[in-house]
């Protein structure tokens, strides 16, 4: 299991999003994404209560120059891996994804070795080359409730029967 997480930067301009570039072993290889990525293992465990909001701070800046303030948990996703297909993946392995949203930012975007950050307006979100799992994501998002959700594929595609969330 690979523990990460994910930010979701709604402002005026758009939704933050990061077009990746072609990379092995990276799920979202040539997709455009949330920014984010895997917890170190300091932001882990118990002894860091706040490591993953740290994580996806620290990821979203790294990775598109703008910091996030303000950020609050909106969701935990279990990308469930287990019968999927990836074009560059080879070694795959469930992730475990938190999930943080806010409309407060500072800083500039600016290209980084991940990809190229720009925003997008919500409703073209499902519009974007992206993983099929996060269509859903977005609905979810949209949806302005807290979740906890599965999300499952079956080869390339998504595993409706397997894909299920629960809003609070």
């Known amino acids: 299991m690979i523990y990460g997480t994910m930010g979701y930067l709604q402002t ?3 939704v933050l999003i990061l077009r990746k570039g072609i990379r092995e072993n990276d799920p979202n290889s040539g997709y ?11 932001e882990k465990g118990l ?8 994580s996806c701070a620290r ?5 598109t120059g703008i910091k996030p303030l303000e950020l609050k948990l909106r969701g935990v996703i279990l990308f469930d891996n287990s ?14 994804v938190y999930i943080y949203s806010t409309t407060q930012k500072q800083g500039e975007l600016k290209q980084s070795d991940e990809g190229i950050p720009m925003y997008i307006p919500s409703e073209q979100l499902t519009d974007l080359a992206q993983n099929s799992g996060d269509k859903k994501m977005y609905e ?16 390339r595609e998504l595993d409706i029967q397997g894909t299920f969330v629960d809003f609070f």
Do not use: A, C, M
């Not at 455009?32 to 300091?42: F, Q, S």
């Not at 019968?83 to 475990?96: I, L, M, S, V």
């Open 83 to 96: 019968e999927r297909e990836f074009q560059n993946w080879k070694n795959h392995d469930n992730f475990y």
């Open 12 to 14: 005026s301009q758009g």
């Open 47 to 54: 002894n860091n209560p706040n490591g993953r909001l740290e």
């Open 140 to 155: 979810w998002l949209e949806n302005g409730r807290n979740f906890t959700g599965v999300i499952k594929h079956k080869g």
């Open 32 to 42: 455009e994404t949330l920014p984010g990525g895997k917890l170190e293992n300091d």
């Open 59 to 63: 990821e979203t800046e790294d990775e």
